[in-house]
């Protein structure tokens, strides 16, 4: 349903005090774009949002973003009420994060999107899953998965300060605190900006 | 009488008192069999950084950096796995996530001397320098830093160069605002452009490359900083530089001397050092000199005579003092501030590289005659004397300066000869290097005049007067010229000057005739001059053709040749067949134009030597028409 004039001027202004990095025009254009998306969405949700295979296709051709379990989680954050479609408002303020966030807000993001189950904690096994196809060469006598088991073992080794076995946000922000490129370590889930 | 010795600084292919390590480093013994658990722990993580993709990578490449990459077993262990070329590999592509990652541990790693040769023979620094195109801050910096520490050796500053790097390197000096504020990221970056930038300059080449990148006024804008973290590597590479003369200039012209004044009271020690070095090096010229002194820079280098804890402070210091002491407005400055009575207690216990600059500044502050009493009163004469039995040629050459300016006071010279030191000195004509035996030959002169039965006391060196005749036959210009000056001295003395016609003195100087060096002319006509005053030298000088050359210095430029010809001509008129040569050589008319001299000692031999002259063609004329 479109939106009349009025109630549009109202959105972009709320969506500029609450997605604190973008500026007016910049949020009307990604008003617009979603316009588009939604065009294109399937029409279950009667208009007021797109889906989940929207979604991963945008973030796709937009940012380069092609794994699978992170682009589900990223659904998943986006997506707060968990309705299986994103309104205009999540849109806005998820990209406000993606593209322009602080580091305290990206370490959230991030460490969100690890957290598969979102039950406050990063796992060995949610590791082991993030982590399962890094290893490009195996050496030949080595099991596959002995590989990745000793690649979490280290992983956990250098982030985990309270050594309780798994992440928790505090042990994550601080080991990114001291080392930024630990951002994205269990994989991007951030646009790559070359 | 004294001649302005040698500067310190020759310019080599490269410069500065820094060591450089151009031989191939120490191999370890290869197939050792006991390996660290370092190795152990570094292959495990080699592994991922071979075999991963970037996030694996850079998990293992973050974890890397908790070993301590400052000890030698870690760095080496990374070399041995192999990690070393995965490193440099990971450099070569376009993930600037993973190239940051192995720059910070490459940075680390490179301060080991192994390490740096192999990654420059990896050809990690031409990737390096293609990095510094970046437009990642970050990555930039780091690059530059690692780069700083690979060229450390003569090889990696060539390929620096030869791969556009110093042009790469001095564009990161260029930045948006440097004003009194200076935003933090820029003087970052900066820093570590001059981090890497004086570690290159240490190549004559390379100097000049910064040049021609228009790194001068860059270099000139970040001194006007306030932080010492990016003022320390931009004063380090300027005073690395400033043994070429185009950087001296531009130092002088650009204003950099006030700055680098200003920095000397700075509570960092190094900056002190570096801006120390810079002002030693750049006084060389006299316009600089009398800049230090205008910018009220002489007070500060006195003061910091103080510091006598940190010798390379110290070494710098009294460097700079020595030069600046060259000028005279300077030396009257520093006597205000007692600096020669400090520079005394310099004299023992110090390190050599200290004591050169010490005694050389002494040796300049002697020409006031002030502190010639200054040194004699403050005790500084017999270790001076002390340092004769030294075996540094640079330290000699200075001792030999400073115990001669302070022979110009008679009682200093007693001082000096009841210390034996002019035995000393007489024994290091025989030294090897020509610079000490110069050095020496000039100190001798005031010796002799000064000294007690001067005559006497020469004659007592068994073989001395043999000695420095022989030196006539030197190829060294200005062992020369200080000989021909001490010889002019002795020859005063009627015995020493029969002994040494035996030894053929009068042979040897008009060999040395045929010069156009000026300096040479002058104290080699003075010398002959004053050997013309025994038996028959003056026919001899005749008959070894020494007379023609002399009427040529006539046509010199310079007053002191003709007052110096004049007086060996004078004295060779006495000889009729010299008056032949002299009239044919046409010395009337030059001489004729010295008798209105202003030069009491010119007007009055040129008169005397015209009349001689004269005479003899009026004796000819009446012979001839009876």
Redesign the interface.
Known sequence: AAMSRKARKLLLDSLTRSAKHFNRSEVECLVNLFDTLVARARSDFAGAGFDRTVFRDTLYSAFGMTDDVVLDRVFSIFDRENKGCITVVEWVEGLAVLLRGTLEEKMKYCFTVYDLNGDGYISKEEMFQM?K???????ADEEPDE?IK??VE??L??MDHDHDGKLSFTDFEKAVRD?N??L?????CLPDI? | IFSKASSSLEDLGESSSETDEDEQPLHRQEGSTDLTPEYWGIQKLAKYVKGGDPTATLIALCSMRDFNLSQEACQLAIKDTGCLEVLINLLDTEEIKCQTGSLKILKEISQNILIRHAIADLGGLEIMVKILDSPDSDLKCLAAETIANVARFKRARKTVRQHGGIKRLVELLESISVGSSCPAKDTETARCGALALWSCSKSTKNKKAIRKAGGIPLLARWLKCSHSNILIPIVGTLQECASEPSYRLAIRTEGMIENLVKNLSSEHEELQTHCASAIFKCAEDEETRDLVRKHEGLQPLSVLLGNTENKQLLAAVTGAIWKCAISRENVLKFQEYKTVETLVTLLTDQPEEVLINVIGALGECCQEQENRGTIRRSGGIAPLVKLLTATNCALLVNVNKAVGGCAMEPENMAIIDSLDGVRLLWSLLKNPNPDVQASAAWALCPCVENAKNSGEMVRSFVGGLELIVNLLKSKDKEVLTSVCAAIANIAKDQENLAVMTDHGVVPLLSKLANTNNNRLRRHLAEAIAHCCMWGSNRVAFGETKAVAPLARYLKAKDPLVHRATALALYQLSEDPNNCVIMHENGVVKLLLAMVGSTDDALQEAAAGCIANIRRLALATEKAKYG
């Open positions: 982590l196809n890094s290893l490009l060469i195996q050496p590989g000793d690649l280290i992983a080794k250098k080392e490129l630990l994205e370590a269990f994989g991007p070359k």
